[in-house]
Nanobody
Framework: QLAVVESGGGLVQPGGTMRLTCRAS????????VAWFRQAPGKERAGIQC????????FYTDHHRERFTISRDNVLNEVYLVMHRLQPEDTAIYYC?????????????????WGQGTQVTVSS
């Protein structure tokens, strides 16, 4: 079965660091663009960062650029999102998505694979 699965969420204190992992099964993430999205309580899901399969990372919003870093390990078939200096407003369900092609689509419907999400809660 072709799928992506997120892991690494949980409870973290404000100011802490967390690494999320997106793992693919049934296909190689190396040939896909992969993005992280998040949906905070009461808000719409929004893109955080996207990594192009053959180029450097792209960013959906500058707001996350300094604190969040996306990377990939093609050997392990995983993509990561490392988040630093987490704040309560970062509390959300975090999703990864994958799509073939040369860009990171702005429309969610254009992404081929979506994970079920992993909950991140920032609280003291």
């Amino acid at each position: 079965q072709l799928a992506v699965v997120e892991s690494g969420g949980g409870l973290v204190q404000p100011g802490g660091t967390m690494r999320l992992t997106c793992r693919a099964s049934g296909f190689s993430l190396e040939f896909y663009n992969v993005a992280w999205f998040r949906q905070a309580p009461g808000k719409e899901r929004a893109g955080i960062q996207c990594i192009i399969r053959r180029r450097n990372a792209r960013f959906y919003t500058d707001h996350h650029r300094e604190r969040f870093t996306i990377s990939r390990d093609n050997v392990l078939n995983e993509v990561y999102l490392v988040m630093h200096r987490l704040q309560p407003e970062d509390t959300a369900i975090y999703y990864c998505a994958a799509v073939a092609g040369e860009n990171c689509p702005a429309e969610e419907a254009e992404w081929t694979y979506w994970g079920q999400g992993t909950q991140v809660t920032v609280s003291s």
